[in-house]
């Protein structure tokens, strides 16, 4: 919620203003008001709203000089001014001091929410600005690479104490697979992910962007859990960018493992989506692949096929076997041991025909 607060020596005025906008629907908390410029320096010490609505004629303080007082100090909080004045002095002035808008009295209920309606996504904006700045670096992303270095360490299975992290309540493990060309450096993983940020069924909650490498990063959220919506919204932006997503989410009293472990196991573990185009959403614990050894006659194929220069029937053999591989959803890992077996083989029988 952000905090509004009024400033008139009219009682009846504010109260209208209170009335007329539904503010908390809108994300505002009435949080004070004050009836003379001095008051009104008073409170927005104590108490930094994000928005004041600003009389002129106040007693003790003038409300252009109590904005002068303010904007010296800060120039980021929004400030309306509201008078039955209509001096062009008076608006220079107020513009002078970086106002937001200058609203003449009686303001109406369309007029006020509109306002209201134009000061919220000008806030909501510099939110999102501000959190982007502090999504990479914070209390998270120092614990993470605390965990992610014992990891690779292997320190004896042992995970450092984290005190952050157990306030998550979400938290999406991303392997990304270029679609076309190879994988983006670091600056360009930057970039991408500050723009996925910005989506606001993403930014919901959103605390952490944790990058590994250029096709692995971490999204973590500690306000709120995200919805099937959010993850949609990631695979789309990805895709978008010429991406396939696969995402692996951890909630917080759900998920069947703590999360030190799925730190742990999301770590290393295999693409999920191995033989999906575009990527999906996946639960770690719900390993989808068969733990099936591909055998298949290499010897005799191989040396038949160097020796009578005619790869085609180990071309189509060894196609079979990839199509049996996505068909079967046998493990990626084993599909790799077999590809490599292949390749041994061949420069195994290259160096008998041709020593």
Same mark, same amino acid.
């Given at each position: 919620?952000?905090?509004?607060?009024?400033?008139?020596?009219?009682?009846?005025?504010?109260?209208?203003?209170?009335?007329?906008?539904?503010?908390?629907?809108?994300?505002?908390?009435?949080?004070?008001?004050?009836?003379?410029?001095?008051?009104?320096?008073?409170?927005?010490?104590?108490?930094?709203?994000?928005?004041?609505?600003?009389?002129?004629?106040?007693?003790?303080?003038?409300?252009?000089?109590?904005?002068?007082?303010?904007?010296?100090?800060?120039?980021? &909080?929004?400030?309306?001014?509201?008078?039955?004045?209509?001096?062009?002095?008076?608006?220079?002035?107020?513009?002078?001091?970086?106002?937001?808008?200058?609203?003449?009295?009686?303001?109406?209920?369309?007029?006020?929410?509109?306002? &209201?309606?134009?000061?919220?996504?000008?806030?909501?904006?510099?939110?999102?600005?501000?959190?982007?700045?502090?999504?990479?670096?914070?209390?998270?992303?120092?614990?993470?690479?605390?965990?992610?270095?014992?990891?690779?360490?292997?320190?004896?299975?042992?995970?450092?104490?984290?005190?952050?992290?157990?306030?998550?309540?979400?938290?999406?493990?991303?392997?990304?697979?270029?679609?076309?060309?190879?994988?983006?450096?670091?600056?360009?993983?930057?970039?991408?992910?500050?723009?996925?940020?910005?989506?606001?069924?993403?930014?919901?909650?959103?605390?952490?962007?944790?990058?590994?490498?250029?096709?692995?990063?971490?999204?973590?959220?500690?306000?709120? &859990?995200?919805?099937?919506?959010?993850?949609?919204?990631?695979?789309?932006?990805?895709?978008?960018?010429?991406?396939?997503?696969?995402?692996?989410?951890?909630?917080?009293?759900?998920?069947?493992?703590?999360?030190?472990?799925?730190?742990?196991?999301?770590?290393?573990?295999?693409?999920?989506?191995?033989?999906?185009?575009?990527?999906?959403?996946?639960?770690?614990?719900?390993?989808?692949?068969?733990?099936?050894?591909?055998?298949?006659?290499?010897?005799?194929?191989?040396?038949?096929?160097?020796?009578?220069?005619?790869?085609?029937?180990?071309?189509?053999?060894?196609?079979?076997?990839?199509?049996?591989?996505?068909?079967?959803?046998?493990?990626?890992?084993?599909?790799?041991?077999?590809?490599?077996?292949?390749?041994?083989?061949?420069?195994?029988?290259?160096?008998?025909?041709?020593?």
């Amino acid at each position: 919620m952000y905090k509004v607060c009024f400033v008139d020596d009219e009682t009846i005025n504010y109260q209208l203003f209170e009335k007329m906008v539904p503010w908390e629907e809108k994300g505002f908390q009435i949080v004070g008001t004050a009836a003379d410029g001095l008051e009104a320096l008073q409170m927005y010490e104590r108490l930094q709203p994000d928005l004041i609505f600003m009389d002129i004629q106040l007693p003790l303080l003038d409300g252009l000089e109590c904005v002068r007082c303010i904007r010296e100090e800060n120039q980021d &909080v929004q400030i309306v001014i509201v008078s039955a004045y209509s001096d062009f002095s008076y608006a220079q002035k107020a513009i002078r001091y970086g106002v937001q808008d200058f609203l003449l009295k009686p303001v109406s209920r369309m007029m006020l929410n509109q306002q &209201v309606d134009k000061i919220k996504k000008t806030l909501d904006s510099r939110y999102r600005q501000e959190k982007n700045r502090d999504l990479y670096s914070n209390p998270y992303t120092d614990e993470l690479n605390q965990i992610f270095a014992c990891i690779s360490q292997n320190a004896d299975g042992k995970m450092p104490p984290y005190k952050y992290l157990s306030e998550m309540k979400a938290l999406y493990r991303l392997i990304l697979r270029p679609l076309a060309g190879d994988e983006a450096p670091a600056a360009r993983m930057k970039e991408l992910t500050a723009g996925l940020a910005s989506r606001p069924v993403v930014s919901e909650g959103l605390d952490l962007i944790f990058i590994l490498s250029g096709t692995s990063l971490y999204l973590g959220y500690g306000d709120a &859990v995200p919805d099937e919506s959010a993850a949609q919204a990631i695979i789309e932006f990805f895709r978008e960018n010429d991406y396939a997503a696969e995402l692996y989410l951890w909630k917080s009293g759900e998920s069947t493992w703590p999360l030190c472990d799925f730190l742990s196991r999301s770590y290393s573990q295999e693409n999920y989506g191995f033989y999906e185009k575009y990527g999906s959403v996946y639960k770690l614990e719900d390993y989808p692949f068969q733990d099936t050894e591909l055998k298949a006659p290499l010897d005799g194929l191989i040396v038949a096929a160097l020796a009578e220069n005619t790869p085609e029937s180990l071309i189509s053999l060894i196609d079979g076997q990839f199509k049996k591989a996505s068909l079967e959803q046998i493990s990626p890992r084993l599909l790799k041991n077999f590809a490599l077996d292949v390749l041994v083989k061949i420069k195994f029988c290259l160096k008998k025909v041709c020593p």
